[in-house]
């Protein structure tokens, strides 16, 4: 293998190369025989813990109308739905039972008048919950409904959100003591009543007891909703029987727009390669798309930091992976660049495959990694990362590098150029600083 420096490039450059036409096609066409990864977009990175019923409305009108033929189905409020509004002395709106309820602050008609907008527009509608009992409902000793128990009966004060703010932090639950397994029940009962479809639960990655209390309550809920876990920050191998229960797993911490949220990914994605959860609906989670304007309720936000190499990058990666993609930023002023990896066809026909790929070689910091097709491991995708965010890279790989047979033939096609040749020997590539050569292959059949 050879490798030396070069000066920065723009495109891929890859051998020579035969035109090959690509054709659009919806996530939603290319997943019909097995389970895939969610799709949709997140508040957070948007607007923060204070995105307002406008504003959601905006984003719901431009996923339905420009990406939901894509396969982004789903809306979700992340955290300070519940709030009074921002800074000091907020308070948090709880009902009887002590579980959250939308602030008319944020929320002028309520939560329940978002939820119907979007399922009027075709769209799925999810929320964030935090893992446990909120202080003030557990200072207060509220009933938990349906029982004779009461809060302090059930609550695990020695466990509590080791990052949330008042007033909105929690304790955790004791799934010993009776009621507790009942707070669970009544509490996703009363989100999928006002027609939630999908939680994001924070701070339980690593609680897998809370995790199986709050699965059992989805499961007898009359509501099918897709849940999220959240932060990956302590993921371990060893719970992931409790982490195959829920449809999305975190495996990293808050992931945002820099060369350190590249390189957590790749560390994650490679600790976790072997988790088989895609076989039941469990998929491993690199957290949002932070793509176009975020954080706008900041003094205005700002725009994405990466480079367009950058992206290609990020969203590879989660292609490979068949990592969720929860798009973030603000959707309706998205930039153009963005949006055409979004709906990619390669990108997301490789995501809803729904396998989860693995590295095959390294050499320095050039990472392959591949991803058969489902059922198929004649053909399927490659990516070959640069993870020198310094410098571009000339690098020569055979088939074996790629993880092929080096006795079998394969057509090889470049992604970002829709070229391909046929594939024999070694080829030089030239790799962009952070940047990555995205193939598809496929085996050539003897005659």
């Not at 893992?131 to 938990?144: C, D, F, K, S, T």
């Not at 996703?188 to 027609?195: L, T």
């Not at 060893?238 to 808050?254: F, G, L, P, Q, W």
């Not at 090889?412 to 995205?438: C, H, M, Y």
Request: proline residues 4%; glycine residues 8%; contains cysteine.
């Amino acid at each position: 293998m050879l490798m030396k420096s070069l000066p920065a490039l723009g495109l891929i450059a890859f051998s020579t190369f035969i035109a090959l036409a690509a054709s659009p096609v919806s996530a939603a066409e290319s997943t019909k025989k097995h389970f895939s990864p969610p799709m949709g977009w997140n508040s957070y990175t948007g607007y923060s813990i204070a995105v307002t019923e406008a504003e959601l409305l905006k984003n719901i009108d431009f996923l339905s109308e420009n990406l939901l033929q894509y396969g982004y189905d789903t809306v979700t409020v992340d955290n300070g739905w519940f709030l009074s509004g921002q800074g000091k002395g907020i308070t948090i709106a709880l009902d009887k039972y002590g579980r959250p309820d939308s602030h008319e602050h944020f929320f002028p008609h309520g939560l329940k008048y978002t939820i119907d907008y979007a399922h009027k527009k075709n769209v799925k509608f999810g929320i964030w919950l935090l893992r446990g009992i909120n202080r003030g409902a557990v200072e207060q000793n509220l009933p938990v409904e349906g029982t004779k128990y009461r809060m302090q009966d059930i609550v695990n004060m020695k466990s509590r959100c080791p990052w949330a703010a008042e007033p909105w932090w929690n304790y955790g639950v004791d799934l010993t003591k009776p009621g507790a397994q009942q707070y669970y029940d009544g509490l996703i009962q009363k989100y999928a009543d006002m027609g939630v479809d999908f939680i994001k639960f924070d701070d339980i990655v690593p609680n897998p007891d809370e995790v199986e209390a709050v699965v059992k309550a989805i499961e007898k809920c009359d509501r099918k909703i897709v849940l999220s876990l959240s932060p990956g920050d302590h993921i371990k191998v060893e719970h992931s029987d409790a982490y195959k229960k829920a449809n999305m797993v975190r495996i990293t911490s808050d992931i945002w727009d820099n060369r350190g949220s590249l390189e957590t990914t790749f560390k994650r994605w490679e600790a976790m390669q072997d988790y088989d959860g895609a076989k039941s609906n469990s998929f491993l989670d690199m957290d949002m798309v932070c793509f176009g304007r975020l954080y706008v309720t900041r003094n205005g936000g700002r725009d994405c930091k990466f480079t367009e190499d950058q992206k290609r990058t990020f969203m590879v990666q989660r292609a490979l992976a068949a990592s969720p993609l929860m798009l973030g930023g603000v959707l309706y002023s998205m930039d153009e660049f963005s949006l055409s990896l979004f709906t990619h066809p390669d990108i997301l026909k490789c995501n809803q495959n729904a396998v989860i790929g693995k590295l095959v070689h390294r050499d320095g910091k050039v990472d392959v990694w591949k991803t058969p097709e489902r059922g198929n491991d004649r053909s399927g995708w490659i990516g070959i990362f640069n993870r020198d965010g310094s410098q571009s890279l000339e690098v020569e790989k055979d088939l074996k590098d790629l993880g092929l047979d080096p006795e079998m033939k394969y057509v090889l096609k470049n992604i970002w150029t829709q070229k391909a040749t046929d594939a024999s020997g070694s080829r030089t590539l030239e790799i962009p600083a952070d940047g990555v050569v995205f193939l598809r292959y496929e085996q050539i059949k003897e005659k």
